[in-house]
């Protein structure tokens, strides 16, 4: 995708967005690592051992605070601008019902129990995992970082939404918030630094690149793009591949005797060869965070301390109910007292189904043939999934 890239630097976002040199306070992201796993034993393919799943929540932390694996390496001209973003990243806790996680921070699904997802062959691709896979697994954007780690195909290593509504200025204005794909994909395979993980991207780099994106940040340019960020070394260079080493003259652009700033995480390179951001993508990141759409919320969240009241009583009661399921196409929806700010139903490909509600009556009918489809409720305490089948 074509951006357009604009400089931007430390005063820039001070005298713009009413932030400078934005100082190290903890911004915590809760997570769910939605594992998609082919049905194989705890620990073998595609389903990971928690201990390599908890090893990327560590290389997170340390890469986020400055501190990560070789960052002692940074060459002596760019130390001082190696920056701590002050983003924790923390373990869901809890599901969207208030149940305590068996395994804090991941959820196991066997893609035989998703709906309309086909084997993954040589890996699945964007449209099935974004179309299919992510409707039916997510979790309320506003309340957790989803990160889906499951067999990607086409050679990706992982990829990521960009985020709506940020107002970092080298993003499009036109970023959809979509609820049902905000997150973060990553080939199994390059997930975490520790057991399975293959070299070269066995350092848990993948991760925070591509969170990077997530946060907003794009690649670090080359010789024909301005980089975004005036602190990443001044002007154009060509995009660093492998394990280069200070000076990187092979990949520089004309004219910068230096080479290209290759070690940023937002660079081509393989894991040991990235391990800085800089301070003014540092300060992009935690803009991006406090006002995206869904992001903007994440420090509101409940989901890795304690289960409001309100989500413990409704989650017992089970607050929002659909019947007859199956049916017809005709579903009574009873709410149980809860607010429900607005709903909609979804086929398994991610399209949205018209539909006809009565209010009086509480009667949902849907306007579509035979099949599965998802209904999302938004309530006044966060979003619902229901399956909902059509006879």
Known sequence: MKKLLLTISAAFLASQFSIAQVPVTNDTVPVIVHVINLGEAYGVGTNLDSV?????????????????????????????????TGVVFVKALYDPQGNTLAEPGIERVSYTSLSGVPGPGAGWNATTIDNSIKPQTVWPASLYCNIWVLKLGGGLLGYATLPANSGLPWLPGTIPADSLKDGVVINYQFFGDTLNVQAPYNKGRTCTHELGHWFGLVHIGNCTTTPYCSDLYPGNYNMALGSPVFP?????????????????????????????????????????????????????????????????????????????????????????????????????????????????????????????????????????IKRLVVE
């Open 52 to 84: 390599q799943i908890y090893s990327q929540f560590k290389v997170l932390n340390a890469d986020y605070a400055g501190q990560g694996f070789n960052v002692n390496t940074v060459p002596a001209v760019w130390a001082g601008n190696v920056a701590n």
């Open 248 to 384: 990187d003259m092979a990949d520089s652009c004309t004219g910068f005797p230096l080479g290209p700033m290759f070690m940023n995480f937002m660079s081509y390179v393989d894991d040991a060869s990235m391990y800085m951001f800089t301070t003014c993508q540092s300060d992009s990141i935690v803009w991006s965070l406090h006002h995206s759409t869904y992001h903007n919320n994440l420090q509101n969240s409940w989901v890795y301390h304690t289960v409001p009241t309100s989500i413990k009583e409704m989650s017992t009661n089970d607050f929002i109910s659909v019947y007859p399921n199956p049916s017809n196409g005709t579903f009574t929806f009873h709410r149980n007292g809860v607010l429900v700010n607005h709903f909609r139903v979804m086929d398994v490909n991610g399209r949205e189904i018209k539909t006809d509600f009565v209010v009086a009556e509480n009667k949902l009918t849907l306007l579509a043939p035979a099949g599965m489809y998802l209904l999302q409720v938004f309530t006044e305490n966060g979003m619902v």
